[in-house]
């Protein structure tokens, strides 16, 4: 799927911050919690309040409201909830204000929810006994296994486009890390839940024999 990438960008972030403001935020505030999980054509919480983002639309008691130009806050006042990011926990974070006009491109918000649909099947497989989350501070989705960080991100900083990645705790030597937290590749390049959990099984075995990075 091709997809802009200014409107990928001005997506990921207005879906980043109301992953923050309106998801993980009210969920910490009554259930302590700022963990969000992938969810059928998007994300949600996994406790209450019971909020999703379905595609381009926040569903909030069987209302599903558009996310395209409007705020956190009247999306917040519409759903019957307290806009805010999550206090205290984390640093970072989408840079969005409660009173940000968001754009979100619903062929985008598609393309992002796919990416993470598919990263949480490879995931899954890849590690049976752990749950991926997904974590509002970088909006990225993440598993982490033998001090390995293992996960998918719908592009940031680094890479503006959605990527698989792996990351060491300890880095290591080789031309299979690629990037300054570890490896990476862009979706795109692995076609199907397959070929992600290819792509993380041979971090997994490259982290276990490869040499540490040498300061």
Request: glycine share 14%.
């Amino acid at each position: 799927m091709t997809v802009d990438p200014d409107a990928l960008g001005t997506t990921r972030r207005s879906l980043h911050g109301v992953a923050e403001l309106l998801l993980a935020g009210p969920q910490h505030r009554e259930s302590g919690t700022i963990r969000l999980r992938v969810a059928e054509g998007g994300f949600g919480t996994v406790r209450a309040p019971r909020l999703r983002v379905a595609g381009a639309e926040l569903v909030a008691g069987g209302r599903a409201i558009p996310l395209d130009g409007t705020t956190c806050l009247e999306l917040a006042a519409a759903a019957g909830i307290e806009a805010g990011a999550p206090q205290g926990v984390y640093k970072d974070g989408s840079g969005v204000g409660p009173d940000e006009t968001l754009g979100v491109d619903a062929g985008a918000a598609a393309h992002i929810a796919e990416c993470f649909a598919r990263g949480h099947e490879a995931l899954v497989r890849f590690a049976p006994g752990a749950a991926p989350v997904l974590w509002p501070e970088h909006f990225d989705l993440a598993l982490t296994l033998d001090e390995v960080n293992y996960g998918v991100s719908p592009g940031d900083g680094f890479l503006g486009e959605p990527y698989a990645y792996a990351g060491p705790w300890e880095p290591r030597q080789g031309a299979f890390w690629n990037a300054p937290f570890g490896a990476a590749r862009p979706v795109r390049l692995l076609p199907g839940a397959t070929a992600l959990h290819d792509f993380f099984m041979e971090a997994r075995d490259r982290a276990a024999r490869d040499p540490a990075r040498r300061p």
